[in-house]
């Protein structure tokens, strides 16, 4: 049996931006990946790349600005 699959092409709105694009797609694989298909270690590993790069790298380069600001 196979899986339904997410048509992305057909949901795009003209007035996305590059990064609404982006996003959306993200989300659809994410559904896609996880509702459809199963493949749960992939899932996770976009959830990994997700958090490292929009929660802890930010993080850490707020932190990094505040801790240079405190040494002077």
């Known amino acids: ?3 339904p699959k997410i048509q992305f092409n ?3 709105k003209p007035h996305w931006t590059e990064d609404d694009n982006r996003k959306a797609s993200l989300a ?3 559904v896609q990946l ?3 298909d199963h493949h749960f270690d ?3 590993a976009i959830m990994e790349k997700v958090v490292i790069n929009n ?3 930010p993080s850490l380069m707020v ?3 505040l ?3 405190s040494e002077h």
């Open 1 to 3: 049996m196979t899986s």
């Open 10 to 12: 057909k949901l795009v």
């Open 28 to 30: 659809v694989e994410f």
């Open 34 to 36: 996880l509702m459809n």
């Open 42 to 44: 992939e899932v996770l």
């Open 55 to 57: 929660i802890i790298k």
């Open 63 to 65: 932190l990094k600005v």
């Open 67 to 69: 801790f240079q600001q």
